[in-house]
Nanobody
């Protein structure tokens, strides 16, 4: 069982940056690929990005590519989502997820564990 706790959400103006953190309870955090998803009001949950177990491979949705960066520190059982050049359309609840699969994954079904989410609001 893996517990995930997101933090770092808040309200920012467009163009600014925010960094989200996700702390995992797993004893072998380095065995899990990690992902970030988001859900805007009235919309379904969508993929944001994913990072492999070692951190050597990452993949992003087109909507955030070049603005968002995922990183991880396995020694701290933590994965991060650095969000730059934020836009009002980035407003959503952001979730981190963990998968026992290898590499990176886009599908929600690929992930085994989910956090409770953290709200990000970007004002224009």
């Amino acid at each position: 069982q893996v517990q995930l706790v997101e933090s770092g959400g808040g309200m920012v103006q467009a163009g600014n940056s925010l960094r989200l953190s996700c702390a995992a309870s797993a004893r072998t955090f380095s065995n899990y690929a990690m992902g970030w998803f988001r859900q805007a009001p009235g919309k379904g949950r969508e993929f944001v990005g994913s990072i492999s177990q070692s951190g050597g491979n990452s993949y992003y949705s087109d909507s955030v590519k070049g603005r968002f960066t995922i990183s991880r520190v396995n020694a701290k059982n933590t994965v991060y989502l650095q969000m730059n050049s934020l836009k009002p359309e980035d407003t959503a609840v952001y979730y981190c997820a963990a998968s026992g699969g290898l590499g990176v994954g886009v599908s929600q079904a690929w992930y085994d564990y989910w956090g409770q989410g953290t709200q990000v609001t970007v004002s224009s």
